[in-house]
C-alpha cells in the first residue's frame, strides 16, 4: 500500500509524483464525450482553429482529474475513508494535445475527526504543471483518511 494514514502526514510536507502523462488527443475526446460535453473547442477541430488558440483545448476537467489521479498513489491508495471535497479550483493556463503533465502535492492542514477516532482529515494542495513548469490547474482537496492501527 503506498499511500499514508492521517497521524503520518505533517503539515509541509510535499511531495513531487513521479508519473507523467502526456495527454492525446484520444484521452481529450472520450473524455469529453463521456461526460456529455459538447464544446467545439474541445471536440472540432476547425472551430477551435479558428478561436484565440488556434488549436483544439483539452477539457478542463479531464485536467483536474488526471492531476487528482497523479496524485492518489503517493497519498491516499489504500488509506482512504472518502473524499470530502475540493475547494479553490483554477485553470490559469490552457492545456493542449501532446502536453506531458505532471504533479505536485503539498499537506496544508491536518485535523481530528470528532465522529471517527479512527481516522482524520488531510488537506492537500495538488500543482499541475506542464512540461514548461507552468501550473495549468490547482485545487485544494479535503480526504478523510484512515489513522494507523494501534498496537
Not at 105 to 122: F, H, N, Q
Not at 126 to 133: A, E
Request: neutral net charge; glycine residues 8%; aromatic residues 6%.
Amino acid at each position: 500500500m503506498a499511500g499514508r494514514y492521517f497521524d503520518q502526514w505533517q503539515i509541509g510536507d510535499t511531495i513531487v509524483h513521479e508519473i507523467r502523462r502526456t495527454v492525446t488527443e484520444t484521452d481529450n475526446l472520450l473524455f469529453s464525450v463521456m461526460t456529455h460535453n459538447p464544446q467545439p473547442l474541445h471536440i472540432d477541430a476547425e472551430a477551435a482553429r479558428a478561436s484565440e488558440f488556434g488549436q483544439i483545448l483539452v477539457n478542463g476537467t479531464f485536467t483536474f482529474s488526471l492531476m487528482v489521479g497523479l496524485s492518489v498513489g503517493d497519498t491516499t491508495l489504500g488509506t482512504l475513508v472518502a473524499n470530502l471535497g475540493y475547494d479553490k479550483l483554477v485553470m490559469p493556463k490552457p492545456v493542449f494535445i501532446g502536453d506531458t503533465l505532471r504533479a505536485e502535492t503539498e499537506v496544508i492542514g491536518l485535523k481530528e475527526s470528532k465522529s471517527r477516532p479512527g481516522a482524520g482529515v488531510v488537506t492537500f494542495l495538488h500543482r499541475c504543471l506542464n512540461q514548461r513548469d507552468e501550473v495549468v490547474c490547482s485545487c485544494e482537496r479535503a480526504a478523510l483518511l484512515k489513522r494507523r492501527e494501534r498496537a
